[in-house]
């Protein structure tokens, strides 16, 4: 129903549950803290984001301002 802890730690790359709470933040997945202050989310999610690919999309969330100068070209 919910990741392990081993696999919270593979998925983020990180073992202190604050950093994986924010690396969860930061790539836009759903999560809960528990009362150890520890992050859970739910394999549902995971299979949402990890099989449909929805992680690419929620991952950027700043702008491409390159575009703007065309110093980089649009995606």
Do not use: C, H
């Amino acid at each position: 129903m919910f990741l392990s802890s081993a696999e919270l730690a593979k998925l983020t790359g990180y073992r202190r549950p604050s950093a994986q709470a924010r690396w969860l933040a930061r790539n836009g997945w759903k999560f809960t803290m528990n009362g150890l202050s520890e992050p859970v989310v739910a394999v549902q999610e995971m299979s949402r984001r990890m099989v449909s690919g929805a992680g690419a999309a929620a991952a950027r969330k700043e702008p491409n301002f390159g575009v703007l100068d065309g110093q980089i070209a649009k995606a």
